[in-house]
């Protein structure tokens, strides 16, 4: 997409001015009255953890939301309601209460929000399943930002509670990894920081400041924009010429969500900037070399600099985006054995030159609910691999080339320093080939 550097010129001072508000969409104390409210019902697929084991949960949801708003507005979803069909799994509880997990964003711009049910009543009764159902309560939204503003359900903890005092608690997740719209405004307006207290104290934000950082800066600090968040990564590197694949990870993710964003010129798509910091454990692979040799080495990644993971996004349709993650890395062998052969590589075997990597979304990613980027890497020729003899042409016959796969899936991030945190501990993700 196109970003006229001079039209933008203007726009970027405005996103320095507003450094510490703008381009959110959190929470803020009070709500304006909206000018028109859309009903909304809608029905979720949960994968629930019970005692006995996961099973799929249907839960309806409904909502009034403001049908319209404009930028600055504090807009709440009023007349929440819950109702679902819960299958025994021990006692029948006596109450029960639920918090949904929801995403307010404009093009995928957003931090997650909490919907509380907090008397959720019991009915009918059997010995398979019974009712929960209740009204619920949603804090207020406002964004800087025109566009539609989706609300994305994501994860439901339910807490029942039987008569003599017990609590059971079960961690629900939207079959649909990306999650699923329960309802949505169009907001209207010019872009601009958020009235009110918006992003203020421990209020949950994105986007709390301009000025991408660079790749080769050292890791994310508490002083740099960008909202903190922690992630785990694991996937697969091919190996072409040996006709195999390497673990990675999992890897650790520390992540700085929004450091920058870019309206172009007719508002119509935003390029937002997020960073990462991965730290990546050593893997142990074993190879066929040429067809037939076990070949088992230690590799070692190392980040050069910090991941710069691009997301370009239409302010219209949440589903319009691309994803470009770019990180450069270092790598070194060791431990290296041929049909069971140790060789000596000795402590400074590595790559010529760092390895430039480029992934793109494979289906839904976004960096704060996680999913799968997929691209492809070249291997540098090796240098400083032996010590009584000379194993560089060896490795780079047998490893260098282009071409080699690299898919990596990303778990849901951990937000610490919301009150409680969100999301935390990660999870580590299952590596997808």
Same mark, same amino acid.
């Given at each position: 997409?196109?970003?006229?550097? &001079?039209?933008?010129?203007?726009?970027?001072?405005?996103?320095?001015?507003?450094?510490?508000? #703008?381009?959110?969409?959190?929470?803020?104390?009070?709500?304006?009255? +909206?000018?028109?409210?859309?009903?909304?019902?809608?029905?979720?697929?949960?994968?629930?953890?019970?005692?006995?084991?996961? &099973?799929?949960?249907?839960?309806?949801?409904?909502?009034?939301?403001?049908?319209?708003?404009?930028?600055?507005?504090?807009?709440?979803?009023?007349?929440?309601?819950?109702?679902?069909?819960?299958?025994?799994?021990?006692?029948?509880?006596?109450?029960?209460?639920?918090?949904?997990?929801?995403?307010?964003?404009?093009?995928?711009?957003?931090?997650?929000?909490?919907?509380?049910? +907090?008397?959720?009543?019991?009915?009918?009764?059997?010995?398979?399943?019974?009712?929960?159902?209740?009204?619920?309560?949603?804090?207020?939204?406002?964004?800087?930002?025109?566009?539609?503003?989706?609300?994305?359900?994501?994860?439901?903890?339910?807490?029942?509670?039987?008569?003599? *005092? %017990?609590?059971?608690?079960?961690?629900?997740?939207?079959?649909?990894?990306? *999650?699923?719209?329960?309802?949505?405004?169009?907001?209207?307006? +010019? @872009?601009?920081?958020?009235?009110?207290?918006?992003?203020?104290?421990?209020?949950?934000?994105?986007?709390?400041? +301009?000025?991408?950082?660079?790749?080769?800066?050292?890791?994310?600090?508490?002083?740099?924009? *960008?909202?903190?968040?922690?992630?785990?990564?694991?996937?697969?590197?091919?190996? &072409?010429?040996?006709?195999?694949?390497?673990?990675?990870?999992?890897?650790?993710?520390?992540?700085?969500?929004?450091?920058?964003?870019?309206?172009?010129?007719?508002?119509?798509?935003?390029?937002?900037?997020?960073? *990462?910091?991965?730290?990546?454990?050593?893997?142990?692979?074993?190879?066929?070399? @040429?067809? @037939?040799?076990?070949?088992?080495?230690?590799?070692?990644?190392?980040?050069?600099?910090?991941?710069?993971?691009?997301?370009?996004a239409s302010l219209t349709d949440p589903t319009d985006y691309t994803v470009e993650a770019t990180s450069d890395l270092?790598?070194?062998?060791?431990?290296?054995?041929?049909?069971?052969?140790?060789?000596?590589?000795?402590?400074?075997? %590595?790559?010529?030159?760092?390895? %430039?990597?480029?992934?793109?979304?494979?289906?839904?990613?976004?960096?704060?609910?996680?999913?799968?980027?997929?691209?492809?890497?070249?291997?540098? #020729? @090796?240098?400083?691999?032996?010590?009584?003899?000379?194993?560089?042409?060896?490795?780079?016959?047998?490893?260098?080339?282009?071409?080699?796969?690299?898919?990596?899936?990303?778990?849901?991030?951990?937000?610490?320093?919301?009150?409680?945190?969100?999301?935390?501990?990660?999870?580590?993700?299952?590596?997808?080939?």
């Amino acid at each position: 997409m196109p970003f006229e550097t &001079k039209e933008c010129e203007g726009l970027q001072r405005r996103l320095a001015v507003v450094a510490a508000t #703008a381009l959110t969409v959190g929470l803020v104390s009070g709500a304006a009255p +909206a000018i028109a409210d859309r009903e909304t019902s809608r029905t979720v697929m949960f994968s629930c953890d019970f005692p006995s084991g996961a &099973k799929q949960v249907s839960v309806d949801l409904t909502a009034r939301v403001p049908a319209t708003g404009t930028t600055g507005q504090s807009m709440r979803p009023q007349d929440l309601s819950l109702r679902t069909e819960i299958p025994v799994d021990g006692a029948v509880p006596a109450r029960g209460s639920a918090e949904l997990t929801v995403s307010p964003a404009i093009a995928g711009v957003g931090q997650p929000a909490v919907w509380k049910y +907090a008397s959720l009543a019991v009915a009918n009764p059997s010995a398979t399943e019974y009712e929960l159902s209740g009204a619920g309560a949603a804090p207020p939204v406002v964004s800087s930002l025109p566009g539609r503003l989706s609300y994305v359900a994501v994860r439901l903890r339910f807490a029942l509670e039987s008569a003599d *005092g %017990h609590t059971l608690e079960i961690a629900c997740t939207s079959v649909d990894p990306s *999650g699923v719209e329960v309802a949505s405004s169009q907001i209207a307006g +010019a @872009f601009g920081a958020p009235h009110g207290n918006a992003g203020q104290g421990d209020r949950p934000r994105v986007g709390p400041g +301009a000025g991408a950082r660079k790749a080769g800066r050292s890791a994310p600090a508490d002083d740099q924009p *960008g909202t903190p968040a922690l992630a785990y990564m694991a996937g697969y590197s091919n190996v &072409k010429k040996l006709n195999g694949a390497s673990l990675v990870g999992p890897a650790k993710v520390d992540l700085r969500i929004g450091t920058e964003y870019v309206i172009n010129p007719d508002f119509t798509r935003i390029l937002i900037t997020n960073t *990462g910091l991965l730290t990546i454990p050593p893997s142990r692979s074993t190879f066929l070399s @040429f067809g @037939f040799m076990p070949t088992t080495a230690t590799m070692r990644l190392s980040q050069i600099g910090l991941t710069i993971i691009m997301v370009d996004a239409s302010l219209t349709d949440p589903t319009d985006y691309t994803v470009e993650a770019t990180s450069d890395l270092a790598l070194r062998l060791s431990d290296l054995k041929v049909n069971g052969t140790p060789l000596d590589v000795g402590a400074n075997c %590595h790559a010529s030159a760092n390895i %430039h990597l480029v992934l793109h979304r494979e289906g839904d990613y976004t960096p704060d609910l996680g999913g799968t980027l997929v691209g492809t890497m070249t291997i540098p #020729a @090796f240098t400083g691999c032996g010590v009584t003899e000379d194993l560089d042409p060896l490795l780079t016959a047998s490893i260098s080339g282009t071409d080699n796969l690299v898919r990596m899936t990303q778990g849901v991030a951990c937000f610490p320093d919301q009150t409680p945190p969100l999301n935390c501990p990660p999870t580590i993700p299952v590596p997808r080939r």
